[in-house]
């Protein structure tokens, strides 16, 4: 690990202060990092993909409303230093919008979500190991322009929506798949003040840079999240499909939110994981089910649309079939849930 | 050829006392250090030893760390308490679990820096006073719910907060919140009858009932 220096902030203002006080194109890589549970940073760290020269400990922010959650009957306020196992156990979460504590619940260890933060765990990296091992020399996001092992290499666990020809890393987190289904809003504070900006813009296809992650420049600090519900939302489910039944990454998942009325599809949220470069709202399957009825016919049309612009590999092209099965069980399972 | 090692450990000592006996003669020189050469809780050159507090098993110990050393590097290299493991140092594995207040978490990606004023109890601290172990300790013992032990002291204290978490009502409850621990030698169905055991033992012990 390379030496940094090791700061703590006791204000917003101040963690911003310290975080925008370099320039760069990239949050991610900024040479000031926050330190909130630290399960990616300091395993990255170790691992060299991250140097930082400045460490910002916000964790004291925690006493404030960046640990709250807020709960009406009408939304949810998740702020960024909430821990993900106590989002995970609040009960009106788990009873209004389940999806929300079971991405977040079906994720990593007890030990690491009793760490992890809800902003860092939007902001979690690749688990691709031609990024996270720096003995491999190409790796665009990693050192842009230097190319992608992954391409030629074991692909088995990457991307098949959202790739581009530089890179193939799959999103690995889960949580955000529930906020971008939900159309949840990210509060963000920067140099210029707080801002809110939807959750579908935060994150970045890779296209020619996948170096570049997000939308948020060095030092923005991201604050919250907020999140409408409705009643319906009662009807929602995360459903992660994975090499071994606990403690694993995604090789698919899908967070579904249904409101059937009358036989019919009235509102429908999908977000697909797993498969994809970035947290994944599939649009094209929400259209396709949007006045239909909801049986086979309509959940494999709606499965295939999906996946339709899927880009496939060496040793991973499974990940469609078993994407687009994951899609319709999770469709399936929420239609006959008791609510 | 006695090096001061060797008398510091102290001839036909036994393991044990050895790793206490290591435990205050590295903290007493680390004390010196933070006294004399870092007054800054932050310097600003990171490679000068930052003086810290930190709080381990109900004691607090003032040490001077290179900013970049872990809470589990702390532990085992500074304070002698090598209960607590390294066994991947990336968060995988769950052998390095301790208490952070009443929460487990994985001291090898948390720095020691930033645990300053909050309470670290690791398993050297389960145990009473008198040696009395832990209902954990003993069901683990009880259940032989280990072979090599190395990942045992991890699986204890995770087990410990999976009981105070209402995490263990059954078998599936338990692999589930037990899953951040991993076993090489595969004790896994006597790791989960230990902590059947060691819930009841807490429960009799905190109401003096077993439901």
Not at chain 1, 148 to 159: I, K
Not at chain 1, 170 to 184: E, H, S, V
Not at chain 1, 245 to 250: D, G, K, Q
Not at chain 2, 10 to 29: D, H, I
Request: charged fraction near 20%.
């Amino acid at each position: 690990m390379q030496p940094f220096i090791f700061e703590r902030a006791d204000t917003p203002a101040a963690a911003v202060r310290a975080g925008t006080s370099t320039r760069g194109p990239s949050a991610v890589a900024g040479p000031i990092q926050y330190l909130a549970g630290g399960t990616t940073l300091l395993d990255l760290m170790k691992l060299d993909v991250m140097r930082p020269q400045t460490v910002v400990d916000i964790n004291a922010l925690g006493d404030g409303p960046l640990g709250r959650i807020e709960a009406t009957s009408t939304g949810l306020r998740l702020g960024a230093l909430v821990r993900m196992a106590d989002a995970a156990e609040h009960p009106a979460i788990r009873s209004d919008c389940p999806m929300i504590a079971q991405s977040l619940a079906l994720a990593a260890s007890q030990q690491i979500r009793n760490m992890a933060s809800l902003g860092g765990n939007v902001l979690q990296r690749t688990r691709c190991t031609y990024f996270r091992d720096v003995t491999y020399q190409a790796c665009n996001k990693r050192v842009p322009g230097s190319g992608c092992a992954a391409m030629d290499g074991f692909n088995r666990d990457h991307a098949v929506l959202g790739t581009s020809d530089s890179c193939i890393a799959t999103y690995p987190g889960d949580f955000a798949q529930a906020m971008i289904a939900l159309d949840a809003r990210v509060e963000v504070i920067g140099s210029g003040g707080t801002r809110t900006i939807p959750f579908a813009t935060l994150h970045r296809r890779p296209g020619e840079t996948p170096d570049v992650e997000t939308s948020l420049r060095p030092g923005d600090m991201i604050a919250g999240f907020r999140v409408a519900l409705a009643p319906w939302m009662r009807r929602s489910l995360y459903l992660k499909v994975r090499d071994r039944v606990s403690y694993e990454f995604a090789l698919a998942s899908a967070a579904v939110a249904l409101d059937v009325k009358d036989g019919q599809v009235a509102d429908v949220r999908i977000a697909l994981g797993g498969v994809a470069t970035v947290p994944w709202r599939a649009n094209e399957a929400e259209d396709a089910l949007r006045g239909q009825a909801l049986d086979d016919r309509t959940m494999e049309g709606a499965a295939q649309s999906a996946f339709a612009t899927a880009r496939t590999q060496a040793h991973n092209a499974y990940k469609v079939a078993l994407g687009q099965r994951t899609l319709i069980r999770a469709l399936r399972e929420a239609a006959a849930m008791q609510i | 050829m006695a090096s001061s090692d060797d008398r510091a450990s102290g001839a036909g000592s036994s393991r044990r006392e050895f790793l206490l006996v290591g435990a205050s003669t590295v903290a007493a020189p680390a004390l010196a250090r933070a006294a004399t050469e870092t007054p800054r809780a932050a310097p600003r050159d990171p490679r000068m030893p930052a003086a810290m507090t930190l709080n381990v098993n109900g004691h607090d110990h003032r040490v001077a760390l290179d900013i970049r050393t872990t809470l589990l590097d702390a532990l085992r290299e500074h304070l002698g308490l090598t209960g607590a493991k390294k066994g991947c140092d990336h968060g995988q594995c769950g052998a390095c679990t301790v208490l952070l207040g009443e929460r487990r978490v994985l001291s090898c990606l948390t720095l020691a820096a930033s645990v300053q004023g909050r309470p670290v109890t690791t398993i050297e601290g389960l145990a009473k006073p008198d040696g009395t172990l832990h209902p954990v300790q003993q069901a683990f013992v009880d259940q032989d719910a280990f072979q090599c032990g190395y990942c045992t002291p991890g699986q204890i204290i995770s087990a410990v907060a999976c009981i105070k978490e209402g995490h263990a009502e059954n078998d599936a409850d338990i692999r589930e919140y037990m899953s951040g621990n991993l076993c090489r030698c595969a004790a896994y169905p006597n790791i989960v009858a230990a902590i059947k055991q060691a819930k009841r033992a807490m429960a009799i012990a905190a109401t003096g009932s077993g439901r």
